[in-house]
């Protein structure tokens, strides 16, 4: 194999597929390694942990067609500290040759035979506009789980819903769950649990491409989108198993609502935090025309703020975990948000004044 | 145990050669007949020790008393006792022996006494089912009167899945069980091994260590 490309778009693309990459091969240590192939000059990087694949193309000039697997890490590595210019790749035997400006890099390259042989993707494609998608990912992929005991919890519930897409993840702690109404991926009373880590892949390369093509086959999902310098393909197996019942947990209506200002209660709660060390929690204290923040680490200090609002219930003290209020916050639509309490211990809502496709669902912390 | 602390001398002879030169020092001599010397410091390594079995010799030279510690291989550990500051022998009788907070056994322990837990409607026929290749943690029954066999660990790791094949593939030679599915259990399952042993089509099952015992969190959860 015999390829010659521009640096800057070889190391984006290698970058892409090497954050699949299984940091540690176990039973298939091929698995470290990033797959190369180039035919008809087009470059096919692909790396893999069999449960996430990321596939990403880059046009060659193909002097010599063939395959091979590289070490992941030294070969990015080596590309990314080359300078931009021409990059010269050469595959003999058991050794690749990196080549570029007056530097020259040998390595020894895996066996290509023990790369495991992906399958096409299956099933219909299905077209998403990667502004709507980009965004909901953006809101809800970081309120699932990152805690493998609970593997449902890991993923993001994508369903069917009034015509549209529903994005849903929950932690246990918080629940994010966003409407996307243009979107038909699925069909009507369908949905699939999808690894949030492979959304987040999907999410850092959703860039200046108009729409996000998806498949999905009965155990996996592909979605390919185009990117500056090619096309990236990210693939992941489905989460199998039932997400829990989400919306028995949100009440129709709440008798506590704070409507504030979403960027001063951020800031505010951003500088209050300050004093909230490792677990301790922020309290809310919500009065009529204000909500009080406060933070208090035992033999560190206090913080205190007030921070206008309008408040329509009975005074409440209520705590959360500040990170999870903070990126709650984030990710709500528009310049204002309501939060909506039933008491100190049930769960509190989180949305946009104006209504809108997102739902942020807050359990609060015990206090004393 | 017999502890001596005394300033003393100490040469080892046997692999090499060493000597410790005159200081206070203490000096254990466990029941099974270890002898350990320790420096005041340094958390659990000795200076010097031999394991047992060993013989160990008092006696009298010059004046001072000394000890030859020998073993089977002939190494020999050799204490000249300067003077004696204390000697004090106490019998501790049976250790019961380290019980590690989460380990296999007890998770074993547990899921044996909640075999529910694992699917709705299955029994257990027993723990530690002896075959010629090693015991599988449980033999269960499932609803359909399957067998099950249920690897149990910490970590599931590839090397546990792998570990269950052979005992599923075992099993099912035995045609008064044919066919034993197989369930891979643990608090934690990677990646890899999970795809693996979904691949052969076995189940992998995540345990809640803290739910099996019946400890519940004073977090507030969704879920």
């Not at chain 1, 021409?86 to 007056?102: F, L, M």
């Amino acid at each position: 194999m015999k390829f010659r490309c521009e640096r800057d778009a070889l190391v984006e693309q290698l970058g892409t597929a090497s954050r699949a990459v299984s940091s540690r091969g176990g039973a298939l240590p091929v698995l470290t390694g990033i797959h190369l192939a180039a035919r008809d000059d087009l470059l096919t990087i692909t790396g893999t942990d069999l449960e996430i694949t990321v596939r990403a193309s880059v046009s060659v000039a193909v002097t010599e067609p063939g395959e091979a697997v590289l070490p992941s890490r030294i070969a990015v590595d080596i590309v990314r500290s080359l300078d931009s210019g021409a990059v010269e790749v050469e595959v003999s035997g058991e050794e690749a040759k990196i080549v570029g400006g007056r530097s020259q890099f040998s390595v020894r390259t895996l066996p290509v035979d023990d790369f495991p042989v992906l399958a096409d993707p299956s099933g219909d494609e299905v077209t998403v506009a990667t502004a709507d998608l980009a965004a909901g990912l953006k809101q809800v992929v970081r309120a699932a789980s990152s805690d493998d005991a609970r593997p449902i919890l890991t993923g993001v519930l994508m369903s069917a819903e009034d015509g549209g897409l529903r994005l849903v993840a929950t932690d246990s702690y918080r629940l994010a769950v966003r409407d996307l109404p243009d979107a038909t991926v699925l069909s009507e009373g369908q949905k699939v649990l999808v690894p949030s880590r492979a959304l987040d892949e999907l999410s850092r390369v959703l860039g200046e491409s108009e729409e996000v093509r998806v498949r999905l086959g009965e155990r996996e999902v592909t979605f390919n989108v185009s990117v500056k310098d090619g096309e990236v393909q990210v693939t992941t197996r489905l989460i199998e198993g039932e997400f829990p019942n989400y919306r028995q947990l949100i009440p129709s209506s709440y008798p506590n609502q704070l409507t504030i200002g979403r960027e001063p209660l951020l800031e505010a709660v951003r500088r209050v935090k300050l004093m909230a060390r490792d677990t301790t929690p922020l309290r809310l204290t919500q009065k009529s025309d204000c909500v009080e923040l406060m933070a208090v680490t035992q033999d560190v200090g206090q913080a205190h703020e007030e921070v206008d609002a309008q408040y329509d219930g009975d005074e409440l003290t209520v705590a959360f975990n500040p990170d999870y209020l903070i990126q709650g916050l984030e990710a709500a639509l528009g310049d204002e948000v309501v939060l909506e309490t039933l008491d100190a211990l049930k769960p509190a809502v989180l949305r946009s004044s104006q209504g809108g496709d997102f739902l942020y669902l807050l359990m609060p912390v015990r206090v004393s | 145990m017999r502890l001596v602390i005394a300033k003393c001398t100490v040469d080892y002879s046997g692999r090499l050669d060493a000597h410790l030169s005159e200081a206070v020092r203490l000096i254990m001599v466990k029941a099974d007949g270890c002898v350990a010397v320790h420096a005041d410091g340094g958390a659990y390594k000795p200076l010097n020790w031999m394991n047992a079995p060993n013989h160990i010799r008092e006696y009298e030279e010059d004046g001072e008393l000394r000890w030859t510690v020998t073993n089977e291989k002939k190494e020999q550990l050799t204490i000249k006792l300067h003077e004696i500051l204390s000697d004090f022998t106490e019998e501790m009788g049976l250790d019961p022996g380290l019980q590690k907070d989460g380990v296999e056994a007890h998770l074993q322990e547990l899921l044996a006494a909640n075999v529910e837990k694992i699917s709705a409607g299955m029994v257990l026929v027993r723990r530690e089912y002896p075959t010629d290749i090693g015991p599988v943690d449980l033999l269960c029954r499932d609803v359909a009167g399957i067998a099950v066999a249920v690897e149990i660990k910490r970590r599931g790791e590839i090397d546990g899945v792998e570990q269950l094949t052979r005992y599923l593939e075992y099993l099912n030679r035995d045609g008064n069980l044919r066919p034993v599915s197989g369930i891979f259990a643990a608090q934690e399952i990677k990646p890899q091994a999970r795809v693996l042993a979904e691949d052969r089509g076995i189940r992998c099952l995540i345990i809640d260590y803290d739910a099996l015992r019946g400890i519940e969190s004073n977090e507030l959860k969704l879920f």
